[in-house]
């Protein structure tokens, strides 16, 4: 009779609880090309992980993230492809190292010169992403959802072995640069080289380079200007550079409430990770002054000519774009917009030309 009245009781308390709200524990392999030195894969211990599941702690749900960073499953680039296979649940998804499969999300690496603003562009992009279906497409095309989180770089500098006065110091030198940012160096008279910040230390100390285009919140933890002490701001802009993504198979096979979760958890992220990188550019600058380097505004002037001698990168890759029935030209347009009736003043509109 006890045994009969002790499971009477734990069959009429599980049939007035719902499915729904039972505990769980769930589990995700999280991958990102990058070291966790790099603020990008940082914000995911120190914000996405616990925001996730702080949000999830009311319906007694956790998720037990696994972060392989560094390479260690997927490589700078390939983080896309390794979500959309299985190998991993979450990445960092980089649309700079990505550009076949990423296209439209490099919009902002085909307009330099718009706005150096890392606040701005990354809201701007995050919310893009989240208003206009045909941004999310390409995630959804390869497998995966964009979550948030946004990836956002600040303003890109020009880190040199010589000291740079005007383009004319640029002619015959090699400088290396990130994806769609070697198109930047077109007209000025330097040798444009493919790179990324993994190798960018070893290949300026052994000469590969005479320099690199990059950030300041990434120059000062990757030493940069031990091996190129002339920084040059020349206000090229912030850029969009990825973010996080979840194998769509996989997070639309969550409960709801997981699912709403791991966004609120993306945009901690994107919160932290904004107020975290506005603070590092103040002191990167002030740490790569302190060790030596000498840093310097462009001339408005030299600004000016760089950006009136490239060609309209934007217009080629939008019009490629179209030709691949990609929203090309609509996107550039978009972001353009977008850009200036938040405040922004390009050098070139490179939408109108």
């Known amino acids: 009779m006890k045994i009969t009245t002790t499971l009477g009781i734990a069959a009429l308390i599980s049939a007035a609880v719902p499915a729904a709200t039972m505990a769980e524990n769930f589990s995700a392999t999280v991958v990102a090309g990058h070291p966790p030195v790099f603020r990008w894969v940082r914000m995911l211990d120190e914000a996405f992980y616990p925001a996730t599941n702080d949000a999830l702690s009311e319906h007694g749900h956790s998720v037990a993230f696994d972060g392989q960073y560094g390479g260690t499953i997927a490589a700078v680039g390939d983080e896309l492809e390794t979500v959309e296979s299985g190998l991993a649940e979450i990445g960092v998804c980089s649309s700079l190292f990505d ?10 690496y085909y307009t330099p010169f718009v706005s150096s603003d890392a606040r701005l562009v990354g809201e701007k992009m995050n919310q893009l992403h989240n208003d206009d279906p045909r941004m999310q497409q390409a995630y959804l095309d390869n497998g995966n959802t964009y979550l948030g989180g946004p990836v956002v770089v600040d303003d890109y500098l020009l880190m040199t072995n010589f000291p740079v006065q005007s383009l004319a110091d640029l002619e015959g030198r090699k400088i290396a640069a990130p994806g769609a940012a070697v198109n930047w160096l077109e007209g000025t008279g330097a040798v444009g080289v493919s790179g990324n910040l993994t190798t960018y230390y070893n290949e300026m100390q ?30 090229l802009g912030a850029q969009f550079a ?28 994107r919160a932290w990770y904004l107020d975290d990188l506005e603070a590092a550019i103040e002191k990167s600058f002030a740490v790569m002054a302190d060790a030596g380097a000498t840093i310097t505004d462009a001339p408005e002037e030299m600004r000016q000519a760089w950006a009136d001698g490239m060609n309209n990168v934007a217009a080629t890759w939008a019009a490629d774009l179209d030709g691949r029935g990609q929203p090309g030209t609509e996107i550039l347009n978009v972001y353009m917009n977008a850009m200036r009736d938040a405040g922004a003043t390009p050098l070139r509109d490179w939408d109108k030309e």
């Open 242 to 269: 990825g973010g996080i993504c979840a194998n769509t198979d996989w997070f639309e096979g969550l409960p709801a409430e997981v699912q709403d979760a791991m966004r609120k958890g993306a945009d901690a992220a």
């Open 206 to 235: 052994t000469g590969v380079y005479d320099g690199v285009i990059v950030f300041a919140s990434a120059a000062l933890p990757s030493k940069l200007y031990e091996v190129a002490p002339y920084v040059t701001r020349a206000g």
């Open 99 to 108: 550009p076949s499969k990423l296209a439209i999300q490099n919009v902002t």
